[in-house]
């Protein structure tokens, strides 16, 4: 079992930016990719960005190539998604997930665990 706890999300303005902080703990032993997914008032969730394990991969979607970066805290079992330059079009719930492989996926199913989500609203 993996228990993922996000924090950092908030209010900002356009053009701002915001760190997002994903903690796991539990079964360590374990080799875990890890990703954040969104889910915007009344969309679907979306793949943001991914890690594999270790940090050796990684995917950016599309929409964030240019503005987000994601990195892995292998020490401190934590995971960041730095937001710079955020739109009104970020505003979403953020979930942090985590899958027992290595290597990263982009649909929600392939993820096990999930944390309880954290609330980023980009204002106009």
């Known amino acids: 079992q993996v228990h993922l706890v996000e924090s950092g999300g908030g209010l900002v303005q356009t053009g701002g930016s915001l760190r997002l902080s994903c903690s796991a703990s539990?079964?360590?032993?374990?080799?875990?990719?890890m990703a954040w997914f969104r889910r915007a008032p009344g969309k679907e969730r979306e793949p943001v960005a991914g890690?594999?394990?270790?940090?050796?991969?990684?995917y950016l979607a599309e929409p964030v190539q240019d503005r987000f970066t994601i990195s892995l805290d292998n020490d401190q079992n934590t995971m960041y998604l730095q937001m710079h330059s955020l739109k009104p079009e970020d505003t979403a719930v953020y979930y942090c997930?985590?899958?027992?492989?290595?290597?990263?996926?982009?649909?929600?199913?392939?993820?096990?665990?999930w944390g309880q989500g954290t609330q980023v609203t980009v204002s106009s």
């Open positions: 890690i594999g394990w270790g940090g050796a991969t990684k």
């Open positions: 997930v985590a899958r027992s492989s290595r290597n990263i996926a982009t649909t929600p199913g392939e993820y096990e665990y």
């Open positions: 539990g079964r360590s032993d374990s080799n875990h990719a």
